[in-house]
């Protein structure tokens, strides 16, 4: 099963007017309780998967992030909750007999466990969730820029922050950021406990207002910190209780960790959230403290496809059939109705677990036929392979990546993969070309064929400005129409108008 195969029947949720006999018993009993979109980081139109509420078979077996036996202290989850629009099922006669949200998946699994149904939003507006420091009305602000804004203002309000939660290890950055750009605004508002007008808030305004109070002290506390970026482990001094950033760290995020490091200081433990897609969930972390390695659990049948073998029935693994040290794509089979459904993404199986003899896996990238990769007439980079290089040449005395694309670099003969980086450059920055391409030749050996035979030369490294990449996901954000969380970066950047955004904010060629 494909995506165009699925597309037609979940499209029937966008005729106008959207009857109950059309929809309901689709593709799981009953309607749907949201319409999750994906991330759609290609730049394709996101696709579109219909949520059911299910009930859990069993209880998780391994502890998680999201055990709440481990939170001591007020939390942070920075979730957005809002959506693009409702979906009306009517009836024969024209009565609506659901409003069916479309977002992003976070939101609606997070909705279904906590049965939060958009019709009782009203309700939560003026309310702080039991354990948390930013009200509900926060994440109901589906404005990137101001998602970002008004959460980190009541967690620089609140100085005894214990738990910080977010989708991806950048988007935290990115709010550490727009403190940094925004710090006498912050150190303002917490004065005088008044909330800033920030695009996209109209509509919570008044329900944030009535939790933010004068607070002249934290302000003073907080001026005399400084800054985000005016010392290392600027975290645990401003919070000097909080004990956890739980975020996903790995794959092509796991550049963005020094930099959050830095932030945290040394003592602020990093924990992973696990493995899932807009589709469905797959892996929890094997150890909680391990960013990379995780175990398959999921309430839907996960199946496997070797990478080298044919896309057949046929040629579809279980987990018992798996082999340590082999390479898979993820082959999903969910309650909401997806059957045989190749993910694109690719795995290593590093080993099995001890006691149930789970599949212990590595997310490695996207399949590169699928969809992001870049292709040479006799070489093919996928970006896992991107992934992999860029992260064997970060380093102090090269360059420290924080984030980073690809794309072909074709500005002269022959082209090559041309990478447009965001970080700070060591003394030895000028030998980064050779550097990831040393890499890339560890990888595949024909990318020094290739070079030796002048269908290629050295990789090329742009910098770009400061900001940049938070500004893409701010842009993109926007531009999709879905909360912030789920918007990411493109190993490979393909859309030809973002290229020539990212080229116009580059300030240095290596």
């Known amino acids: 099963m494909d995506y165009e195969s699925y597309k037609p029947f979940v499209l029937r949720f966008n005729e106008q007017p959207c009857k109950e006999s059309e929809v309901e018993n689709l593709f799981a009993p009953g309607l749907p309780f949201a319409l999750a979109l994906s991330s759609s980081t290609s730049g394709n139109t996101p696709k579109m998967f219909a949520k059911y509420h299910h009930i859990l078979k069993e209880a998780p077996i391994r502890r998680s992030v999201f055990d709440r036996r481990d939170v001591k202290g ?20 024209d009565q609506v007999v659901k409003r069916i949200p479309v977002g992003i998946a976070s939101s609606a699994n997070l909705r279904m466990v906590a049965g939060w149904s958009v019709d009782s939003d009203e309700s939560r507006m003026s309310v702080i969730m039991p354990g948390q420091v930013s009200p509900w009305a926060a994440s109901m602000i589906n404005n990137h820029r101001s998602f970002l804004m008004i959460h980190a203002l009541f967690c620089l309000d609140c100085r005894d922050l214990d738990w910080f939660t977010t989708t991806f290890a950048p988007l935290f950055i990115d709010l550490i950021r727009y403190v940094d750009e925004e710090w006498d605004t912050f150190l303002s508002c917490i004065k005088d406990g008044t909330i800033p007008d920030l695009e996209g808030t109209e509509h919570v305004r008044a329900h944030l207002q009535v939790h933010l109070h004068a607070n002249p002290e934290r302000a003073s506390e907080l001026r005399e910190i400084g800054s985000p970026f005016s010392c290392v482990g600027w975290a645990a001094r401003v919070w000097p209780k909080l004990r ?16 959050v490091r830095s932030i945290l200081g040394p003592t602020i433990a990093i924990r992973g959230l696990g493995y899932g897609a807009t589709e469905c969930h797959i892996a929890v972390p094997y150890d909680v403290d391990d960013l990379d390695t995780l175990v398959l659990q999921s309430e839907d049948v996960i199946e496997f496809l070797d990478v080298a073998a044919e896309e057949t029935h046929q040629n579809i693994l279980q987990a018992w059939d798996l082999e340590a040290g082999k390479q ?9 109705g997806l059957w045989r459904y190749l993910l694109g993404d690719v795995v290593d199986i590093v080993g099995f677990d001890g006691d149930d003899g789970s599949p212990v896996l590595k997310y490695l990238g996207r399949k590169s036929q699928v969809v992001l990769s870049i292709r040479f007439p006799h070489v093919l980079i996928s970006d896992s392979d991107v992934v992999a290089a860029i992260q064997a040449m970060s380093s102090e005395d090269i360059i420290r990546v924080h984030e980073f694309t690809a794309m072909v670099d074709d500005r002269t003969f022959p082209p090559t993969v041309g990478c447009f980086v965001e970080g700070d450059l060591g003394p030895n920055s000028h030998l980064a070309p050779q550097k990831l391409f040393d890499a890339l030749v560890a990888i595949n050996h024909k990318h020094q064929d290739v070079l030796d035979q002048g269908h290629t030369r050295l990789p090329t490294i742009r910098m770009v400005k400061p900001g940049t990449f938070m500004e893409y996901r701010r842009r993109r954000g926007e531009k999709v129409g879905v909360g912030a969380g789920q918007t990411k970066v493109p190993v490979v950047l393909l859309e030809p108008a973002t290229q020539d955004w990212i080229k116009e904010r580059v300030v240095q060629e290596l």
């Not at 956890?244 to 930099?259: C, E, N, Q, R």
């Open 328 to 336: 898979y794509q993820i082959v999903a089979n969910t309650r909401d």
């Open 74 to 93: 007020p939390e942070n989850s920075m979730f957005c909750y809002g959506y693009k629009e409702l979906k009306d099922v009517e009836r024969e006669c």
């Open 244 to 259: 956890m950033l739980a975020t996903t760290g790995s794959g092509p995020f796991a550049t963005a960790l020094p930099k």
